[in-house]
C-alpha cells in the first residue's frame, strides 16, 4: 500500500487539528486537503501553527466535490453537519465521522438528544468495545468488524472514558445495571470552541469548574447506554435497561477526561473477593496494547496520557456502600477522539493497529 491522501473536514477545530497532528507524524498518510468554514481562504498555519508540515495549505470550502477525490476523509464536524455531506462522498473512499451523525443505531435516541435528520449507523469505531462473550468465557469484540469498513463512526469523548470504565463490570455481571452513576471531570476542549453556550467566556475558563448537560440531557447519553447494552451482549433495543445518571463537569484544563462511575454490587459480586472482581478487569484488557490497569492503590490522573492514545483504568470495591467504583483517564483529543479514528483507520485499512500512535503521555 502506498502512501494515501488524506482529506481533513472541520481542519481548524479541536478535533480535526489533533487529526492533523496525529497525521503529520504518520508517513503513510498525507494530508492534501482541509476544509472548514469560516476560516476559507486562510492558510492553515494561520490556526494551527504548531503543525507546520501542514502549514501553507489553504482552508477550502466543505464540499462533497473538495472532500471527494482522496483516499480517506476525516469529517470533524458539528452533529447534523456530515450527515447530509457523507451522503454525496465517494463510496470507493475510507470516511470516518468524529462527530454524532452516525454513532446511534436507533432512531428514537437521536430524536430525543439531537433531533433533525437521522442518519444510518456506521461501524461503530471503538475496537475495545466489548460485544459479546464466547461460549470459552473470552470478550467479543468491535474491532472484530472494523476491517475493510469505508464508513466509521468515531465515539464520543465521555462515551469512551465511561465505556472503557464499567464495561467489564456489565459483561461480567458485576453490578447493578439500573444504578450506574458517572461523573466525569473534563477540560475545555471537551466543549468546543465556544464556551459562551455553557455560560462562560475564556477569560474565565481556568479560574471556575461548572457543570453542564446536567439532568440527563447530555447528548452521549444514549450512545454510552448503546455500548452498555451491547457489553452485556444485547442490541441497542435493549438501552433502556441502563438508566444511566450522567453528569460531566468542566475543569480549569485544557484536555483530558477523568471519568468516576460507580454502580451497586450485583449479588454474586458481593460474595467475590476484590481480587476476583479485579480479574475481570484483567480479562476485558490484559491484551489490549493501549489499555493500562494500573497497579492496585494506583488511581489514573489526566496529566499521565495527555498526547496518548492511552486509557489508564482502575477498579476499587467500597464493602461499606456496597458499590463498585471504576476509573478512566484519558485525552478527550486523542483516546477520546483523533487517536482512536486514526486507530479504527489503521484496522479498516489492514495496517498495524498502532502505527502513528503511542501509549506515551506528556509528564505532566
Not at 498518510?29 to 468554514?37: H, K, L, N, Q
Not at 470550502?61 to 462522498?89: M, Q, R, Y
Not at 476509573?327 to 482512536?340: S, V, Y
Request: charged share 20%; aromatic share 6%.
Amino acid at each position: 500500500m502506498g502512501v494515501l491522501s488524506v482529506a481533513v473536514a472541520g481542519a481548524t477545530g479541536y478535533a480535526g487539528g489533533e487529526a492533523l497532528r496525529l497525521l503529520a507524524s504518520d508517513p503513510r498518510f498525507e494530508v492534501t486537503c482541509v476544509t472548514g468554514r469560516s476560516s476559507v481562504g486562510d492558510r492553515l498555519g494561520r490556526h494551527m501553527p504548531h503543525i507546520p508540515r501542514y502549514a501553507g495549505l489553504v482552508v477550502e470550502d466543505t464540499t462533497p466535490e473538495t472532500l471527494n477525490g482522496h483516499d480517506v476523509i476525516i469529517l470533524a464536524l458539528p452533529h447534523g453537519a456530515s450527515g447530509a455531506l457523507a451522503e454525496g462522498l465517494d463510496p470507493d473512499a475510507t470516511v470516518v465521522d468524529l462527530g454524532a451523525d452516525h454513532r446511534l443505531e436507533e432512531q428514537r435516541d437521536w430524536d430525543d438528544f439531537y433531533g433533525g435528520e437521522f442518519h444510518e449507523h456506521w461501524t461503530y469505531g471503538m475496537p475495545e468495545l466489548i460485544v459479546g462473550c464466547r461460549d470459552d468465557g473470552s470478550f467479543v469484540r468491535q474491532r472484530g468488524s472494523i476491517p475493510g469498513s469505508r464508513r466509521i463512526a468515531g465515539p464520543g469523548c465521555n462515551v469512551m472514558a465511561t465505556t472503557l470504565a464499567i464495561q467489564p463490570a456489565v459483561a461480567e455481571g458485576l453490578i447493578d445495571p439500573t444504578g450506574i452513576v458517572a461523573d466525569l471531570v473534563v477540560g475545555y476542549s471537551g466543549a468546543g470552541r465556544n464556551l459562551k453556550r455553557i455560560g462562560l467566556l475564556a477569560a474565565e475558563a481556568f479560574g471556575s469548574a461548572v457543570p453542564y448537560g446536567v439532568g440527563g440531557t447530555h447528548r452521549h447519553i444514549p450512545e454510552i447506554r448503546q455500548n452498555l447494552a451491547h457489553a452485556a451482549g444485547l442490541d441497542a433495543s435493549h438501552a433502556s435497561e441502563f438508566p444511566l445518571c450522567f453528569t460531566p463537569v468542566l475543569a480549569p484544563m485544557a484536555r483530558g477526561i477523568l471519568a468516576t462511575v460507580s454502580a451497586p454490587l450485583s449479588d454474586r459480586a458481593r460474595d467475590l473477593s476484590d481480587e476476583d472482581i479485579r480479574a475481570a478487569w484483567h480479562r476485558a484488557y490484559d491484551d489490549e496494547r493501549f489499555m493500562v490497569l494500573l497497579d492496585p492503590g494506583e488511581l489514573p490522573a489526566t496529566g499521565n496520557v495527555i498526547g496518548s492514545n492511552a486509557a489508564h483504568l482502575q477498579v476499587v470495591v467500597d464493602r461499606r456502600a456496597g458499590r463498585l467504583l471504576a476509573f478512566a483517564a484519558i485525552d478527550n483529543l486523542t483516546r477520546g477522539t483523533a487517536g482512536q479514528a486514526l486507530q479504527s483507520l489503521n484496522i479498516a485499512l489492514g495496517l498495524p493497529e498502532d502505527q502513528g500512535l503511542t501509549t506515551i503521555g506528556v509528564a505532566p
